[in-house]
């Protein structure tokens, strides 16, 4: 018992000492636990959502759907979401953007990026 908990701790130790120390603005921190890159997402995903609402709200025109949705988890979160939009008139065809959004912890949205695209392939 006491040699299975002494690895257990060794295990835990030298996975701490193993932790990057390399923080800088692009990771404000670094957590194991969460993915460092973008993973797909369910696009009805209330996050997903609330970031492409905000997105199309921002540059004024209907969010159609959302087509695909990727995430990084990193001091908040950050989305990258290929939308199909249109806008505001009535005989407007719909299209598509690619925009990345940006979700502090306790703070408000912040878009990255927003830029029109002929289809939804990923760029990352």
């Known amino acids: 018992m006491q040699l299975t908990l002494r690895a257990a701790l060794q295990a835990i130790l030298i996975s701490a000492l193993s932790t990057p120390t390399n923080v800088n603005a692009e990771t404000p921190f670094y957590n194991p636990e969460y993915p460092s890159h973008f993973v797909?997402?369910?696009v009805?995903?209330?996050?997903?959502?609330a970031a492409a609402?905000?997105?199309?709200n921002t540059h004024t025109v209907i969010m159609?759907?959302?087509?695909?949705?990727?995430?990084?988890i990193v001091a908040g979160k950050n989305y990258a979401l290929c939308?199909?939009?249109?806008?505001?008139?009535?005989?407007?065809?719909?299209?598509l953007v690619m925009t990345k959004i940006y979700k502090p912890s306790g703070k408000p949205y912040q878009i990255k990026s927003w830029t029109r695209v002929n289809n939804c392939t990923s760029d990352e």
């Open 40 to 42: 797909s997402v369910p």
């Open 44 to 49: 009805v995903d209330r996050g997903v959502i």
């Open 53 to 56: 609402n905000f997105a199309a």
């Open 64 to 72: 159609v759907d959302v087509v695909t949705a990727r995430q990084q």
């Open 83 to 95: 939308l199909r939009i249109k806008d505001k008139k009535m005989d407007a065809h719909p299209r």
